[in-house]
T-cell receptor, first 114, second 114 residues
């Protein structure tokens, strides 16, 4: 099955700074998704990417589907305290089935210092 | 309902006991997923249902774990002879159909085996 590696594992940034995190795999993905999880809650979908090279924004968040199909990036501009949480990348567990469940990375933990 | 509901939110049980965790998905969502999340890790796939049938149970760690969805709506994850290593947050998600990656997660059940 597919495995995802996220970096960095954690980040401490000042409010107002831009943030960049990435997700890589040794295998090709045909879909990339980014989720955010806050304490005591389940992950919430932020952005979904379906095509190599695709760049998609959701407010201050921008995500890109890497050209090689083996990586994806998430950027957050002008961070605010409510951006605190754990950001997970995810993708289909197998390329061979259209109905395969998602596999998740280990997450990037973001802390914002006001 | 408006979201995915999981009950109980917290469960403490003694080693060797049997537990049931319940998930009530979004009305009309035919696909339902169970994940397990340990501290500092991303969600790990356990099993998913399309309708009433288990479409993929390859993530269940052993035969102590079982899940049902008899009427294609509510699902129950059952764990027999619990072990301390089963302690984790168990997350449920639903989506419109299998292959639709817009998962909506519940807040999870935190299981602690003492």
């Amino acid at each position: 099955g597919q495995q995802l590696n996220q970096s960095p594992q954690s980040m401490f940034i000042q409010e107002g700074e831009d943030v960049s995190m990435n997700c890589t795999s040794s295998s090709i993905f045909n879909t990339w998704l980014w989720y955010k999880q806050e304490p005591g809650e389940g992950p919430v979908l932020l952005i979904a990417l379906y095509k190599a090279g695709e760049l998609t924004s959701n407010g201050r968040l921008t995500a890109q589907f890497g050209i090689t199909r083996k990586d994806s990036f998430l950027n957050i501009s002008a961070s605010i305290p409510s951006d605190v949480g754990i950001y997970f990348c995810a993708g289909p567990r197998s390329l061979n089935s259209g109905n395969t469940p998602l596999v998740f990375g280990k997450g990037t933990r973001l802390s914002v210092i006001a | 309902g408006a979201g995915v509901s999981q009950t109980p939110s917290n469960k403490v049980t003694e080693k060797g006991k049997y537990v049931e965790l319940r998930c009530d998905p979004i009305s009309g969502h035919t696909a339902l997923y169970w994940y397990r999340q340990s501290l500092g890790q991303g969600p790990e796939f356990l099993i998913y249902f399309q309708g009433t049938g288990a479409a993929d149970d390859s993530g269940l760690p052993n035969d102590r774990f079982f899940a049902v969805r008899p009427e294609g709506s509510v699902s129950t994850l059952k764990i027999q002879r619990t072990e301390r290593g089963d302690s984790a947050v168990y997350l449920c998600a639903s989506s419109l159909s299998a292959g639709n990656y817009g998962y909506t997660f519940g807040s999870g059940t935190r299981l602690t085996v003492v």
